[in-house]
């Protein structure tokens, strides 16, 4: 059973930054993608950024050229760097681990004043 831990959220005027961080424990199996979705209120959970175990990222529209997600295999941890941020990125930010199944984290709130 893999646990994901999930900090940086927070509270952050529009145009400011936040890094989210995911580590994964209890696997045995190759993590092969690690992601963040997110859910606003009212809103289906849609996928932010994920990135495969090689490296290749794969962002949403929404935030390309503003998000940055990478991860450290080593430590079988994924990081969201969010630049430039929107008011409408305020969401519930989830982590996303996939072995042979897809483990998701408790969520960490994430909020952007006008």
């Known amino acids: 059973q893999v646990q994901l831990v999930e900090s940086g959220g927070g509270l952050v005027q529009a145009g400011g930054s936040l890094r989210l961080s995911c580590a994964a424990s209890?696997?045995?199996?190759?993590?092969?993608?690690m992601g963040w979705y997110r859910q606003a209120p009212g809103k289906q959970r849609e996928l932010a950024a994920d990135?495969?175990?090689?490296?290749?990222?794969n962002y949403a529209d929404s935030v390309k050229g503003r998000f940055t997600i990478s991860r450290d295999n080593a430590k079988n941890t994924v990081y969201l760097q969010m630049n430039s941020l929107k008011p409408e990125d305020t969401a519930v930010y989830y982590c996303?681990?996939?072995?042979?199944?897809?483990?998701w984290g408790q969520g960490t709130q994430v909020t952007v004043s006008s």
């Open positions: 996303n681990a996939r072995t042979y199944k897809s483990y």
């Open positions: 209890g696997t045995n199996f190759a993590i092969t993608v």
């Open positions: 990135i495969t175990r090689g490296g290749n990222p």
